[in-house]
């Protein structure tokens, strides 16, 4: 009887995990399509990726709040203090708001599945400014891994038919935004010995990401907006799936592992490259995009593999328009 309920509920745990799995990648893939749908089509016609950005990380402010302060059913952990707020949260909340504006502006300009190959070259960027700070060590092995990478985005970039350098331009930004809150991340937690689990990190981030938003959002799309006629229910709805994928990042979290993520993100790429040819007629892939595309995960897998299997406390997927088989943090 006892092995029974043994079994029973290890296979309980290993339904939950696979579930949990399954909720995030559909999520993360979701909101990425969401958001894509949001900025570009002609139902919706909301241009303004500063002011979808801005409407996130407000969204995820107010619901944290609630859901830690006024409800309670969420616990923020105690230990910060105004100077780790403004040498460590602030600069990283900044870096985190610029990724997300930037990611989410290049969907205007470049297809989902392009911005998807492109965000591959994350990990190149993670090391190569980890190097320069030295959380990260050069060896011919991470050359080699990064050369790859470098090598697959190239082909891939090669093989797009209609490629806006602008879009490219947008997405880079991303990418080394996101690089740095990463790189700043971890010299929080590795010299700072702060370690914050995924609730945490949204609660003392978002207001912050917030802040960091509006003050362009004022200069750049305040009055383009204000003659616009929004969608709330849509806008709610988006707003609403971004914190449920945040959710079930912190849900994946606690029943696996920060490997587990890495490969889960790279499942999601998968996903997202192949269905976005089917949702938007924009999406044109090519055997070399595709060819090239599949050297750089390969090259993305290798590192994963390579990192170090820990650092669960701070690891938090997002479906930032950076985030690419790799450990980040936030919402969008």
């Given at each position: 009887?006892?092995?029974?309920?043994?079994?029973r509920?290890?296979?309980?745990?290993?339904?939950?995990?696979?579930?949990?799995?399954?909720?995030?990648?559909t999520?993360?893939?979701?909101?990425?399509?969401?958001?894509?749908?949001?900025?570009?089509?002609?139902?919706?016609?909301?241009?303004?990726?500063?002011g979808?950005?801005?409407l996130h990380?407000?969204f995820s402010?107010?619901?944290?709040?609630l859901?830690?302060k006024?409800?309670?059913?969420?616990?923020?952990?105690?230990?910060?203090t105004?100077e780790?707020?403004?040498?460590?949260?602030?600069?990283?909340?900044?870096?985190?708001?610029?990724?997300?504006?930037l990611?989410n502006?290049?969907?205007?300009?470049?297809t989902?599945?392009?911005?998807?190959?492109?965000?591959?070259i994350?990990?190149?960027?993670?090391?190569?400014?980890g190097?320069?700070?030295?959380?990260?060590i050069?060896?011919?092995?991470?050359l080699?891994?990064?050369?790859?990478?470098?090598?697959g985005?190239?082909i891939?970039?090669?093989?797009?038919?209609?490629?806006?350098?602008?879009?490219?331009?947008?997405?880079?930004?991303?990418?080394?935004?996101?690089?740095?809150?990463?790189?700043?991340?971890?010299?929080?937690v590795?010299?700072k010995?702060?370690?914050?689990n995924?609730?945490?990190?949204?609660?003392?981030?978002?207001?912050c990401?917030?802040?960091?938003?509006?003050?362009?959002?004022?200069?750049?799309?305040k009055?383009?907006?204000?003659?616009?006629?929004?969608?709330?229910?849509?806008?709610?709805?988006?707003s609403?799936?971004?914190?449920?994928?945040?959710?079930?990042?912190?849900?994946?979290?606690?029943?696996?592992?920060?490997?587990?993520?890495?490969?889960?993100?790279?499942?999601?790429?998968?996903?997202?490259?192949?269905?976005s040819?089917?949702l938007?007629?924009?999406?044109?892939l090519?055997?070399?995009?595709?060819?090239g595309?599949?050297?750089?995960?390969?090259?993305?897998?290798?590192?994963?593999?390579?990192?170090?299997?820990n650092?669960?406390?701070?690891?938090?997927?997002?479906?930032?328009?950076?985030n690419?088989?790799?450990?980040?943090?936030?919402?969008?």
């Amino acid at each position: 009887m006892a092995d029974r309920n043994r079994i029973r509920g290890f296979l309980r745990d290993e339904y939950v995990t696979y579930a949990s799995i399954v909720l995030y990648i559909t999520l993360s893939s979701g909101q990425i399509f969401f958001n894509k749908w949001v900025l570009s089509s002609k139902e919706i016609n909301f241009p303004y990726p500063l002011g979808l950005t801005l409407l996130h990380m407000s969204f995820s402010s107010v619901l944290c709040f609630l859901l830690t302060k006024v409800f309670k059913v969420m616990k923020v952990e105690e230990g910060m203090t105004l100077e780790i707020y403004v040498t460590s949260v602030i600069p990283i909340g900044a870096m985190f708001a610029m990724t997300l504006w930037l990611g989410n502006t290049a969907y205007l300009y470049i297809t989902v599945a392009f911005s998807q190959m492109l965000k591959a070259i994350m990990p190149v960027a993670v090391f190569i400014l980890g190097v320069s700070v030295g959380l990260e060590i050069m060896s011919c092995k991470m050359l080699l891994i990064m050369s790859v990478i470098s090598l697959g985005v190239l082909i891939a970039s090669y093989g797009e038919l209609n490629i806006n350098w602008i879009g490219v331009v947008y997405q880079m930004g991303g990418i080394v935004s996101e690089a740095l809150r990463l790189i700043l991340m971890e010299i929080f937690v590795k010299r700072k010995g702060i370690k914050l689990n995924p609730v945490s990190l949204m609660y003392y981030m978002s207001p912050c990401s917030a802040i960091c938003l509006f003050i362009p959002w004022i200069f750049l799309e305040k009055s383009k907006m204000e003659t616009w006629n929004f969608h709330v229910l849509v806008l709610s709805l988006n707003s609403l799936c971004t914190f449920a994928l945040n959710l079930s990042i912190f849900l994946v979290i606690s029943q696996t592992s920060a490997l587990t993520i890495r490969i889960a993100g790279v499942i999601k790429d998968w996903i997202v490259v192949l269905v976005s040819a089917l949702l938007f007629a924009e999406t044109k892939l090519t055997i070399i995009n595709l060819f090239g595309y599949a050297i750089a995960i390969a090259g993305v897998a290798a590192y994963n593999n390579h990192k170090p299997k820990n650092g669960e406390c701070i690891t938090l997927v997002s479906q930032s328009p950076t985030n690419s088989g790799k450990e980040s943090g936030g919402a969008l």
